[in-house]
């Protein structure tokens, strides 16, 4: 019943728009009122969703921001602030994701490589903006003046497929955030990739997510899933309670989020799986998952044929690799095999630090082909090129191939630990077979040795003699230390800022 899926350029305004010609009526829930678009009801249409954009951009205008302006949205992580990307996109201006626990002085950085810039924030931003140092470039617009600011006339300006439309950040595990540059050609290709997947799926039902909406993945599956005319439904938060609430009461058919939240989620999988009994396609995307988890969810759905989609990809290569989990093979899998790319669209490769290619079995750098690969960082290009080998990018993992062409993802590059061949898989088999864990997380400690950090499940106690025999025969590592799950630093995506812990624990001794 899908229309054939093809390349087309993507801008978040036109194919907005066309999806609300289309589908006028299909709905987007909203599981509450967003303070940039206090209109919209909890079942909006498209078609409402729609114009309750162009007013806002029509507000937007009476600020100044105009085409090719660059418009940071520095506020609290919620649906709205896509929103705001797709109004500032009508005006022909380039919206600016950033996650609004970035301090202030990585604004200041943003705002010098931008030279001159607005930036739209909240109650939750206000004192960081406050703090900046940039001010005399940065134009700052909080969302309570834009609501009631007056509306402008102005008609739809857009900016041309081949130019820098949107921008997104690196998560800066590594350092100061870089600022990916996106086109409508690049974007385009992301969302075809993605639209083969939802045809997949034979009726399009309601789609349940709950994931950044800065990183780039947020826009790229929002347009794939309207322009197909599927209802959607953005999760405002990931807690356990409200999820069970929510999806119990709109019983979506598939669910994306982090794979942290599915791990946070899983003992209400276990314990209440009625709440997950609609999902029929999970997915999940970012950064590594067990098969544990995943196994949980595969086994909490009523649905005869439940798949678990994880996907492996790249803020600067978008969507890459997949693979399809079923629960009548989850406890075989090896969860560090990622699958293969899609054919005609994404491809991975190894090869050594000079990028000449290296056999199947062999570690290295995982390079990464993808027609909707970002065209650089702004301002930086020069670290850009640094990762170009031709078509194929160095993605920073380290990883290899199996004889069937499968990626086989093992670290980040700089993550590596002599003593180990992959941390990830360590992590994962730890939380396989300690139920009592829901994070572990290996460093290196001043002497490089691997140093675990455990976070535990909620009420649940530490079972050291469980620990000691799970380890027993693997390398020798440290004695844990134990976290609280919230205190463990993470990105806007939720991955672990292990780099971050490790320059705490050498400095410090400890955590």
Not at 285 to 309: E, G, R, Y
């Amino acid at each position: 019943m899908f229309k054939e899926i093809t390349y087309r350029p993507l801008n978040l305004y036109s194919q907005f728009k066309e999806a609300a010609e289309a589908f006028p009526e299909t709905a987007i829930i909203l599981d509450k009122v967003y303070e940039a678009f206090p209109q919209l009801s909890s079942e909006s249409t498209y078609q409402e969703v729609r114009e309750a954009i162009v007013e806002t951009a029509s507000r937007l205008a009476s600020f100044g921001i105009s085409q090719s302006d660059k418009v940071m949205l520095y506020k609290s992580a919620s649906f709205d602030t896509y929103l705001l990307a797709v109004a500032v996109t009508y005006l022909g201006a380039v919206p600016v994701m950033v996650s609004y626990h970035l301090p202030s002085s990585t604004l200041d950085v943003f705002a010098q490589r931008l030279e001159s810039s607005f930036i739209i924030y909240d109650q939750e931003t206000m004192e960081r903006v406050t703090g900046m140092s940039e001010k005399e470039t940065t134009r700052p617009i909080s969302v309570r003046e834009l609501v009631l600011a007056d509306r402008m006339e102005v008609v739809e300006n857009l900016l041309p497929e081949d130019v820098i439309q949107y921008m997104t950040h690196t998560s800066g595990t590594t350092g100061i955030p870089k600022l990916i540059c996106h086109t409508g050609q690049t974007m385009g290709w992301r969302v075809a990739w993605q639209q083969t997947i939802f045809v997949k799926m034979k009726n399009p039902g309601l789609l349940a997510f709950h994931i950044s909406p800065v990183h780039s993945r947020y826009n790229i599956g929002i347009s794939s899933a309207i322009n197909l005319g599927f209802p959607i439904f953005p999760l405002s938060s990931a807690r356990a309670q409200d999820v069970e609430d929510l999806l119990t009461l709109y019983k979506p058919m598939a669910l994306e989020t982090h794979p942290n939240n599915f791990m946070q989620w899983s003992r209400l999988a276990k314990e209440k799986p009625d709440v997950f009994r609609s999902i029929q396609f999970y997915h999940s995307t970012f950064d590594a998952i067990n098969k544990a988890t995943m196994k949980a969810f595969l086994t909490a759905s009523k649905d005869s044929q439940p798949v678990f989609m994880q996907v492996y990809g790249q803020s600067e290569c978008g969507p890459m690799i997949l693979r399809y989990h079923r629960l009548e093979d989850i406890d075989e899998t090896n969860a560090r095999d990622m699958g293969v790319g899609l054919a005609g669209y994404t491809q991975a490769r190894v090869a050594d630090e000079h990028g000449i290619m290296l056999p199947a079995g062999q570690n290295g750098h995982i390079h990464l082909y993808s027609k909707g690969r970002a065209v650089t960082y702004y301002k930086e290009d020069a670290r850009f090129q640094e990762n170009v080998y031709g078509d194929w990018w160095d993605s920073g993992d380290y990883g290899c191939l199996t004889e069937n062409g499968t990626l086989l993802l093992k670290d980040r590059q700089v993550d590596v630990i002599d003593q180990i061949d992959s941390n990830l898989a360590l992590e994962d088999m730890l939380l396989d077979q300690l139920d009592f864990l829901s994070e572990v997380v290996i460093i290196r400690d001043r002497e490089g040795r691997p140093q675990p950090i455990l976070a535990l499940v909620e009420e649940e106690e530490m079972n050291w003699d469980a620990w000691w025999q799970a380890v027993n025969d693997l390398p020798l590592l440290k004695e844990p230390i134990i976290l609280a799950y919230e205190d463990i630093p993470r990105t806007a995506t939720m991955k672990v800022q292990r780099l971050q812990m490790e320059a705490s624990l050498k400095e410090h001794g400890h955590l």
